[in-house]
């Protein structure tokens, strides 16, 4: 069972495992975990879906983060050998860099072969979600990191007249207003980055339902002792 935790305005919580999904060790860790989700980056490189948050120079092996050089020779994970890799009640939420079209195609057929009934798709390019909008079994996320992008959002929502089915948003941007308004506006709200206790407290009473955290094992004790039969995310 995931762990999720009531807030006090009674609007159920969960924990998102940022990047867990990149690495397979990690991946299991967060699975006895009981997250609610576990995401993945996921990337089109040389034909091939990767798995990882690393950026590539072009066609060149040479994979960085910030300060960070990889290994250029090691091993990239293949979107199918995590798919195959994760249990069947896990439920993953993949992150799509960049913005090719052919990427979102990619993981769809991924998503097929594989059999996958229940999946989340997350995208800063959102023109990539419509890919998707077909699939019953995929839940698809706005990424909102600005606050351009906010009222971006928020503007489609008042033109359309239809609920986004979740946003995936930085907590800079967000205030109990601002929560109020994406309530209205989505089916689903879940932020990052979340890295205490305290933070993750007060995002719950705000009404947001995930937490994205590099820390989930410490983020737990928000979520012990929640009810039996609260909804999964």
């Not at 913005?99 to 072969?113: E, K, M, P």
Request: hydrophobic share 45%; proline share 3%; charged share 25%.
């Amino acid at each position: 069972m995931a762990m999720t935790a009531a807030s006090p305005n009674h609007r159920p919580g969960f924990i998102v495992a940022h990047r867990a999904g990149n690495d397979l060790d990690h991946l299991r860790a967060a699975e006895r975990l009981g997250a609610g989700l576990i995401e993945a980056d996921v990337c089109l490189h040389r034909g091939r879906v990767e798995v990882r948050h690393l950026k590539s120079v072009g066609p060149l092996p040479i994979y960085w983060d910030q300060w960070y050089i990889a290994n250029p020779f090691a091993r990239r994970l293949q979107l199918h050998e995590l798919l195959a890799a994760t249990g069947a009640d896990t439920q993953l939420m993949l992150d799509l860099k960049g913005g090719s079209r052919r990427l979102a195609h990619r993981v769809r057929a991924a998503l097929v072969a594989d059999g996958r009934t229940a999946v989340t798709v997350c995208a800063r390019r959102w023109h990539l979600l419509e890919t998707f909008a077909d699939d019953a079994g995929v839940r698809t996320v706005h990424s909102v990191g600005s606050r351009r992008g906010l009222r971006r959002l928020l503007a489609e929502r008042r033109r359309s007249g239809r609920r986004v089915a979740g946003v995936s948003i930085h907590a800079r941007l967000l205030d109990p207003g601002t929560v109020r308004e994406l309530q209205e506006a989505t089916e689903l709200v879940m932020t990052w980055p979340v890295s205490t206790l305290a933070h993750g407290r007060e995002l719950l009473g705000w009404g947001v339902d995930g937490l994205i955290t590099d820390v989930p094992h410490e983020l737990a004790a928000l979520f012990a002792g929640a009810a039996a039969g609260e909804r999964r995310a």
